[in-house]
Structures are given as structure tokens and as C-alpha cells.
């Protein structure tokens, strides 16, 4: 009787063995992080320009588009993070782009574009306070050594000394390329590269070495098949332009991805009409 009472124990024992590897084999496996978020064909990069507390911006630019609130932006980034968004640099964006990566529609890129030393004194801070990405296209042969104190009252731009400084305790605000000396208008009131030749454009980008830049944000918005080419050659990732507004995709030409505009007229409900797709 206890033989038969142990065989019995024992065949419970094996058939629960096997229940419980099925059900193990039967458990959902577990995807990477990017797999388990629906991903997205198009990405949003926001494009800022100059940043000014409220009052200037009041008394002094009221009709300048190219100059907005710091308030405002403080609000879109406030908004970005209450919401779960993902912020990415341009080497990110560049590895979605070829394929390498996903994520999902709550995805955006901050951009600046002329390298205002406010981007440092203001829009910094707050990016850091989310632990928020962005990207800084500078001018570089307005790049000084030394970048000079704040005053509200003051046009200027980022030296090497922040743009050092930046890159060591906090690289995810990075610096890229604005052109070395093209941004700017000719006496005949074209942009600059409009008379460049293929020469002056390369020897131009070659200008930039010292920075160690990998992308490009044309001046202007504006430009050719030169560039692209010297840009293609000198092994830039991309290449962005400004207008007209519109999502980056895949499809995208790799030196001219679109950007879209955050004027000095834009409020919160602007970018949420970009962003929210």
C-alpha cells in the first residue's frame, strides 16, 4: 500500500513538473525597451533662436520673431516633461534615421540656432532641470575665447570656455555647426552662400575642425548641392535646414532635414500643435 501511495506521490510530483514548464515556456518574452513602445515614422525638431526674460523681450523685441520668451520656453519644456517626452541629440537622430534605433511619437529635438550666449545663461538651466537634450548650432567664427557675463541688456555669444566647459559636466546639450562664416548677407543682399564656390564652401567647413562637429544647420536655412556635397565628403552625420516647417522622416534628404519653427510669437499651444500626432 505505501509503495503504491509513494508511486502515486510521485506521478503528482512529475506532472506538476511538466505544468510548470509549460506554463514558463507559455510567459511572453520580453522585448528590449525600444520594441515595446509603439515607434514612430517622424520626429519634430523644434527650432529656437534667441532667448530673453519677459521684460526685454516686452520693451525691446515685441515684434522681432527671432527673439522669444524664456518664460514661454520654460512653459514648452515644463509641458514636455509632465507628458513623458523623450528628447534627443542629433548622433540619436541620426541613428533612428539609418534605422538603427526606435522610439515612439513622444520624441522631440531642441534645437538653437546662432549660438546666443543665452542658450548657456538661460535655456541651460532648464534643460537641465529635466534632464532634457538639445542641440546648439554656433557660428564659429563667433566663438571667443571667453564667454562674457550676462546682462539682459547685451547681444552676444557663447565662447570656448563654456562650450568646454558644457561638454564635460553636461553633454547633453551639445554644440554643432552653424557655418564658420557664412551667416551673413552680401552687399547685393543674398545670403553668403549663394556666391560661394565648392572651394570656399570646404574651406570654410574646414574652419570648424577645431570644434569638432559632426552636424550642420545651414545659416539661413539655406542651401545647395555644393554643401551638401563638401558636407557628404567631410563626413558630417546631416545637415538641417529651417523652412518650410515641417516632420523629419526617414525619407528625408539626409543634408536637408527639415525643422520646424518656434517663433518669438509662440506660445505652448504652438509647439502642442507639432508635437501631439
Not at 547685393?188 to 556666391?195: A, Q, V
Not at 555644393?226 to 526617414?250: C, M
Not at 518669438?264 to 508635437?275: P, Q, S
Request: net charge neutral.
Amino acid at each position: 500500500m505505501k509503495r503504491i501511495f509513494k508511486g502515486v506521490i510521485a506521478i503528482i510530483l512529475l506532472l506538476t513538473c511538466f505544468l510548470i514548464t509549460d506554463l514558463e515556456d507559455s510567459k511572453p518574452i520580453l522585448s528590449s525597451t525600444y520594441e515595446e513602445l509603439p515607434v514612430t515614422d517622424r520626429i519634430p525638431i523644434l527650432t529656437f533662436h534667441r532667448l530673453v526674460p519677459d521684460d526685454v523681450k516686452k520693451e525691446k523685441y515685441p515684434d522681432n520673431q527671432w527673439v522669444g520668451s524664456v518664460t514661454v520656453f520654460s512653459q514648452m519644456m515644463a509641458y514636455l516633461y509632465e507628458n513623458d517626452y523623450t528628447t534627443i541629440n542629433t548622433e540619436d537622430f541620426y541613428e533612428w534615421y539609418i534605422g538603427n534605433r526606435e522610439y515612439d511619437s513622444k520624441t522631440v529635438m531642441i534645437t538653437f540656432d546662432d549660438g546666443f550666449y543665452e542658450d548657456y545663461y538661460l535655456a541651460l538651466p532648464i534643460l537641465k532641470k529635466y534632464n532634457f537634450k538639445a542641440t546648439s548650432f554656433v557660428v564659429g567664427n563667433r566663438i571667443g575665447d571667453i564667454t562674457r557675463p550676462y546682462d539682459k541688456n547685451v547681444t552676444s555669444y557663447l565662447g570656448l570656455d563654456v562650450i568646454e566647459e558644457v561638454r564635460k559636466t553636461y553633454p547633453n546639450f551639445e554644440f554643432q555647426s552653424h557655418s564658420y562664416n557664412m551667416h551673413y548677407y552680401t552687399k547685393n543682399g543674398k545670403h553668403r552662400i549663394k556666391s560661394m564656390s565648392k572651394e570656399q564652401i570646404l574651406d570654410d567647413t574646414l574652419m570648424n575642425r577645431q570644434f569638432n562637429f559632426t552636424t550642420m544647420a545651414y545659416p539661413y536655412g539655406d542651401y545647395n548641392k555644393k554643401i551638401q556635397e563638401v558636407l557628404k565628403d567631410e563626413g558630417y552625420l546631416v545637415a538641417f535646414r529651417f523652412g518650410p516647417s515641417n516632420y523629419a522622416t526617414r525619407n528625408s534628404d539626409q543634408y536637408a532635414i527639415p525643422r520646424i519653427k518656434i517663433n518669438g510669437y509662440a506660445t505652448l499651444e504652438t509647439m502642442k500643435k507639432w508635437i501631439i500626432f
